[in-house]
């Protein structure tokens, strides 16, 4: 299984991006989220998506960011909105293959994901 991101790039504070995670070659989409790691941070949650439709994001990106998935495509996205240099970070893109159950669970942590895309930077400048 390979997950491939892309969409990262340089804005400015209040600027928007769209990620993208191309998971064609997985066999379906069960549970999937959004991490990013700043230089000298660990790894953050950002957002999660279930199989169910559930979804879930912590409140330093919640009203920002929105997770959604194509199952058609077998594409994840990451819409941010109103970007902050704070969001600086490479994103990672994570699937597993189970059901994660976030509604009654909470977020997932990085450990419940075992395929992991390489990454694609967001930098935001102020």
């Known amino acids: 299984v390979q997950l491939v991101e892309s969409g990262g790039g340089s804005v400015q504070a209040g600027g928007s991006l769209r990620l993208s995670c191309d998971a064609s070659?997985?066999?379906?989409?069960?549970?999937m989220g959004w991490f990013r790691q700043a230089p000298g941070k660990g790894r953050e949650g950002v957002a999660y998506?279930?199989?169910?439709?559930?979804?879930n994001y912590p409140d330093s990106v919640k009203g920002r960011f929105t997770i959604s998935q194509d199952n058609a495509k077998r594409t994840l996205y990451l819409q941010m909105n109103d970007l902050k240099p704070e969001d600086t970070a490479m994103y990672y893109c994570a699937a597993s293959l189970q059901f994660c159950g976030i509604q009654t669970l909470g977020p997932p942590g990085a450990g419940t994901f075992d395929h992991w895309g390489q990454g694609t930077q967001v930098t935001v400048s102020s």
């Open positions: 070659t997985m066999p379906y989409i069960i549970c």
């Open positions: 998506i279930d199989s169910d439709g559930t979804t």
